[in-house]
């Protein structure tokens, strides 16, 4: 389990984030990229609620949400907040 603070996606836009990538291996790259896909898929079909940990420079922090969309270097929560994909570290479905 990874140690990370709950946070409101409405709370979201007020972190700061570096450019920095969270996950090193590519493996890990692809796995996050493939499950943010099936998130979305999951968000927009099903309207199903999702884990997402991620880091910011305040700490790591866990939102449950809808993802709506993502692409090459964001994903879109409902309610238009965008995470950067190089900030997640891990994708959890529930």
Do not use: C, Q
């Given at each position: 389990?990874?140690?990370?603070?709950?946070?409101?996606?409405e709370n979201?836009?007020?972190?700061?984030?570096?450019?920095?990538?969270?996950?090193?291996?590519?493996?890990?790259?692809?796995?996050?990229?493939?499950?943010?896909?099936?998130?979305?898929?999951?968000?927009?079909?099903?309207?199903?609620?999702?884990?997402?940990?991620?880091?910011?420079?305040?700490?790591?922090?866990?939102?449950?949400?809808?993802?709506?969309s993502r692409?090459?270097?964001?994903?879109?929560?409902?309610?238009?907040?965008?995470?950067?994909?190089?900030?997640?570290?891990?994708?959890?479905?529930?």
């Amino acid at each position: 389990m990874i140690n990370s603070n709950p946070i409101e996606k409405e709370n979201i836009n007020k972190l700061s984030f570096v450019d920095i990538d969270v996950i090193e291996d590519v493996d890990g790259k692809i796995s996050r990229y493939s499950n943010l896909k099936r998130a979305a898929i999951l968000g927009n079909i099903h309207k199903r609620k999702i884990k997402i940990f991620f880091k910011s420079s305040e700490g790591v922090f866990k939102v449950e949400t809808t993802v709506w969309s993502r692409n090459e270097k964001y994903v879109t929560l409902k309610g238009g907040v965008s995470i950067p994909i190089s900030s997640i570290v891990k994708v959890s479905f529930f």
